[in-house]
């Protein structure tokens, strides 16, 4: 049996509208997980669904939630390669050098070098207080 919320639901198909009802109307939680460990944010954050990230992020949705494999909606994001999503969460706070479960970080989930590029700088501008190697 699924998981899905319907807040789920209406972040996987990017539906602005029925997201903003759902959280109006008020959710029991807006970090539940389905059966993968997905939350309604990596579902948005995986579909480039930029302003449905934003209304979760603003309704006080877990930026750094993790799936069953380590991967924060960070990770979606780069993996599909949603540029403006990612720049978005990076805006919010989103931790770039968050590892998934295989020791993987966003951006080496990047298939696109822009998006590459991107988490770079933005890894490069954290400093070296942040190792990132083992």
């Given at each position: 049996m699924?998981?899905?919320t319907p807040l789920h639901h209406a972040a996987k198909r990017g539906t602005e509208s029925w997201i903003r009802e759902l959280l109006k109307e008020g959710v029991d939680n807006i970090n539940a997980k389905d059966n993968f460990g997905w939350s309604p944010l990596h579902y948005a954050a995986s579909g480039g669904h930029q302003m449905c990230?934003?209304?979760?992020?603003d309704a006080g949705a877990e930026l750094e939630a993790k799936d069953d494999s380590g991967d924060t909606p960070l990770h979606k994001a780069a993996w599909k390669g949603h540029l403006d999503t990612i720049n978005h969460l990076l805006e919010w706070g989103a931790d770039k050098t968050s590892?998934?479960?295989e020791g993987k970080y966003p951006l080496d989930l990047a298939r696109d070098t822009k998006i590459a590029l991107v988490l770079q700088l933005d890894l490069s501008e954290e400093g070296?207080?942040?190792e990132l190697s083992d």
């Open positions: 699924s998981k899905m990230c934003w209304y979760l992020l590892k998934n479960n070296s207080e942040n």
